[in-house]
């Protein structure tokens, strides 16, 4: 069984910063794309930012510049580095990933249990 553990949410003043962490764990072969979501209290989930395994980068526009995506492949790990944090970044935060648990398998789509992010002061 493949999951991924988010740390990292918590309570943030407004213009602060706030890191967060996820990693996968199980029968893993390959990680694809990784990436952080988000869904405020009575909205929709929305894209926060995705990171191939080769690097690339994809940001909301609402976040460019001020949040930052990294991967460990290693690791099977994303980050997400979130500074001049707004209290509309208030959001319960999940971790994404496309994983493959054996060679001839297809892509799985893996949800962490998402992680609190509050901005306020």
């Known amino acids: 069984q493949v999951q991924l553990v988010e740390s990292g949410g918590g309570l943030v003043q407004p213009g602060g910063s706030l890191s967060l962490s996820c990693a996968a764990s199980?029968?893993?072969?390959?990680?694809?794309?990784m990436g952080w979501y988000r869904q405020a209290p009575g909205k929709q989930r929305e894209l926060v930012a995705t990171?191939?395994?080769?690097?690339?980068?994809n940001y909301a526009d609402s976040v460019k510049g001020r949040f930052t995506i990294s991967r460990e492949n290693a690791k099977n790990a994303v980050y997400l580095q979130m500074n001049s944090l707004k209290p509309e970044d208030t959001a319960v935060y999940y971790c994404?990933?496309?994983?493959?648990?054996?060679?001839?398998?297809?892509?799985?789509?893996?949800w962490g249990q998402g992680t609190l992010v509050t901005v306020s002061s």
């Open positions: 994404n990933a496309d994983i493959k648990i054996s060679a001839d398998s297809r892509y799985l789509e893996v």
């Open positions: 990171v191939t395994s080769g690097g690339s980068t």
């Open positions: 199980g029968s893993i072969f390959n990680v694809y794309g």
